[in-house]
Nanobody, 127 residues
Framework: QAQLVESGGGLVQAGGSLRLSCAAS????????MGWFRQGPGKEREFVAA????????RYTDSVKGRFTISRDNAKNTVNLQMNSLKPEDTGVYYC????????????????????WGNGTPVTVSA
């Protein structure tokens, strides 16, 4: 059974850093495009960052460019999100999503394209 498990969330002051990890099992991870999405209080789930299964293509939402970095380790079946210079507006539950794809270059930025989801890890950034 496919499973994605996020970790690394927590409470941090503005300007601080967190590193989120997502561990995958039960799926062909090295053929899955992966992404991070977040859902703030009272908001819809939104795209944050994405990476192709070959790791060569990445994409970020504008508000996190230059602050967040997505990476993956196909040998360990993990995808990570390094978050620096955190802001209060980054607060939310962060979800790891995955989609099996035939192309190593594809990235997906829409949540409805994802076939696999984790349960999320909460991130709170205090002012």
């Amino acid at each position: 059974q496919a499973q994605l498990v996020e970790s690394g969330g927590g409470l941090v002051q503005a300007g601080g850093s967190l590193r989120l990890s997502c561990a995958a099992s039960g799926l062909t991870f090295n053929r899955c495009a992966m992404g991070w999405f977040r859902q703030g209080p009272g908001k819809e789930r939104e795209f944050v960052a994405a990476i192709s299964w070959n790791g060569e293509n990445t994409r970020y939402t504008d508000s996190v460019k230059g602050r967040f970095t997505i990476s993956r380790d196909n040998a360990k079946n993990t995808v990570n999100l390094q978050m620096n210079s955190l802001k209060p507006e980054d607060t939310g539950v962060y979800y790891c999503g995955g989609r099996l794809t035939t192309s190593g270059e594809y990235v997906y930025t829409r949540s409805n394209y994802m076939g696999y989801w984790g349960n999320g890890t909460p991130v709170t950034v205090s002012a």
